[in-house]
Each structure stands twice: as C-alpha cells, then as structure tokens.
C-alpha cells in the first residue's frame, strides 16, 4: 500500500508540472486556442495527488499512534514505577504485596456451624465431634484432617494408622501403620494391618490385627502417648487460606477454678501483629511449643481459624543478630473459635487424645 500511495504521488506531481509546463509555453507562442491536453493533464495529476494524500494519512496515524502503544507495552512489562524506583525493587515489592494474606479485621456474629457433635451418650456426658478442620474425636481415637487415625486400644496398646486400598473388596476399612504394645517386662514395636467395620461408631476396635513386622525391647522408656506423637504426621496449612486476624492480636489468658488453691492460670497467650507469639503454657507438653515461636492462621470456617506454630532460632553473625522462622511448623496446633470481640474458644487434644476446649479472655 505505502508503494502504490508513492507511485500516485509520483504520476500526479509529473503530470501536474508538464501540464504547467505546457501552460507557460503556450503562453509564450501565443496560442489562444483552448488548451485541451493541458488541462486534462493538470486535472488527472491532481486528483492522482490527492489519492495519493488520501492513502498516505491512514499511515501516518498509525505510526503516531505507534509511539504511546510501544510505551504502554513496556509499562505492562515493567510494572508501574514510582520515580526513581529501580525494576527490580518494585518487582519485588508488587510480588511480596501479592504474597500478603487477606485480614480479619471484625468478629462476625452469628451461629457458627462448627464444631459438631457427631454423637452423643445417652447415659453419660461422652460425646464424639467434628471440627472445622475436619478433625474426627471418637472414643480413644482422633482422626486428622487427612484420616490418619492416632488412638489407644486399651492402657497397653496405641496405634499410628493410615487407610489403605482395600485388598480385598469387602465392606471392611482398611488401615496399615504403626502398633504399640507396652507390657510390664517387654515392650514391641511394630507395623501392623488393620482392618474394621467402618460404620462403628466408637472406630477404631482394632479387630483384626495383623503384625506385618515386629521389634521387641526389654526396656523402653516410651508413654503411649509419646509413641503416637512421634509417628504422627506434620500438617501444613493451605497457603491460599492464610489470613491475618488482626482481631486476635493482644493478650489472652484462661484460668481454671481449683477447689484448695483457687484460679490457677491454664495459658496466656500474647499474638503480637508482626507475626511472633508469646505463650505460657500449662495444658499441653511443654516440649510441644517452640520457646521462640511465629505463628500463621489458616481459614476454616466462619470465625473459625487453625493456629500453626513455626519455631524460631537466632543466627548470630558478627554484631547482627538476626531471627530466622522454620519452614516448618510443629506438630503441635490448635483450632481457635471465635465467640466474641473479647473471647474464643481455644481446642487442642490431650496425651488421652481426648478433645478438651477452654475459654479464653481477652486481658
């Protein structure tokens, strides 16, 4: 197109000049007669001229129109940039803005839909629940979120089971993992098959065990509990469900009523809002909580929240003393509902796996 506007411009100038050419030597002769050639000459120059212009505006736009787009195209590669912010700063800080999790910043009242009672004794105050993480309390038996089942079968046994593909068809849950017998003069360790009717409703009865691999101690200075601690299995949260709950920021305490010495302090614990806790603990293992620790919640439910717990240690490089968190969390968690702008209830599992849950206050 650009070549065909030249060649119209081109014929239409040379056409316009020999027609003016001709004109002048005419009027050097003297001619009067009408000049015929000329003026058609003139007249076809121009209007090749003006095609020429016509096709040649479309063009000019466009490389006007050009310049800004380039400019824009760059700015959306680069991101936008304060003056005098270097690329890869604002990269990184648009990037780490992005990584920011969502806040929490009121408490929503209203009925809440966990935890749920999923039975409940007739003739005693024994009930089984459901929390918002999906954690299962049966009898002697607590079930995570990813159905590992860590539970006792009696004050001698504890097990440490994941389900398995049924090898074989029938309507029995399959479970294979970790056995505990701890007896009075000898101890086994072992790994074990399990099967059970998966509709009883006080699971696990551990019918149906099979050793598939055996150790036997003389000695071990292992409580069943500690058993299922150290083969229980790491949680994470999910990134896309970490939340700030500015709310929970400040100092919280829960204090239980004894009969000889009074209100005795169960924990406090101090959410500070650049991600540190301060806990003082007496309800759980003290070898369970970092002493220096960070901590992140994870979105369950409506004012419902699972608190994770990342140790911290000191990396002391020359006069700099710098903290540096795990990525790890600790097994360790808790399940935090919140009741009120000044209360919630804080949910953990004792060394009998049973689920016990207090109240904390804000001080």
Do not use: C
């Not at 003016?20 to 002769?29: A, C, D, G, P, S």
């Not at 959306?76 to 780490?96: F, I, L, S, Y």
């Not at 000898?186 to 099979?210: C, G, M, Q, T």
Request: hydrophobic share 35%.
């Amino acid at each position: 197109m650009y070549n065909l506007t030249l060649i119209f411009l081109g014929i239409g100038l040379v056409l316009l000049i020999t027609s003016i050419v001709l004109l002048i030597m005419r009027q050097i002769k003297k001619n009067d007669s009408f000049p015929i050639a000329a003026i058609s000459m003139a007249i076809t120059g121009f209007l090749l001229i003006v095609v020429g212009v016509v096709l040649v505006i479309p063009g000019i736009k466009d490389k006007i129109m050009e310049v800004p787009s380039e400019q824009e195209a760059s700015a959306q590669e680069e991101g936008v940039k304060e003056p005098g912010a270097k690329p890869d700063e604002t990269e990184r800080e648009n990037t780490e803005r992005e990584k920011q999790p969502t806040k929490v910043d009121e408490y929503k009242p209203g009925e809440m839909k966990y935890p749920i009672v999923t039975y409940e004794s007739e003739y005693s105050n024994f009930k089984e629940y459901e929390e918002a993480d999906g954690t299962l309390y049966k009898n002697l038996t607590m079930i995570n979120p990813d159905g590992v089942m860590m539970g006792f079968r009696s004050i001698e046994e504890a097990m440490v089971v994941s389900q398995v593909e049924n090898p074989n068809g029938d309507e029995f849950a399959y479970y294979q993992g970790y056995h505990y017998y701890k007896g009075s003069y000898h101890f086994v360790v072992s790994e074990a098959l399990l099967k059970y009717n998966p509709n009883d409703i006080r699971a696990p009865y551990y019918k149906d065990f099979k050793s598939l691999k055996e150790e036997t101690y003389d000695s071990m200075d292992m409580e069943l509990y500690d058993f299922i601690y150290k083969f229980m299995p790491l949680q994470h949260p999910k990134e896309e469900n970490l939340v700030q709950v500015p709310i929970l920021d400040g100092d919280w305490e829960a204090y239980e009523e004894t009969i000889m010495d009074g209100p005795q302090l169960l924990v406090r614990m101090s959410f500070s809002d650049d991600g540190y806790l301060a806990l003082e603990n007496h309800i759980v293992n003290a070898d369970e909580i970092p002493d220096i620790m960070n901590y992140k919640f994870e979105k369950l439910d409506k004012n419902s929240y699972k608190l994770y717990l990342y140790p911290v240690t000191v990396d002391e490089e020359g006069d700099s003393v710098e903290p540096v968190v795990s990525e790890e969390p600790v097994k360790r968690n808790f399940i935090i509902y919140v009741t009120s702008e000044d209360t919630f209830e804080l949910v953990y599992y004792d060394n009998n796996l049973k689920r016990q849950s207090i109240t904390m206050k804000r001080v």
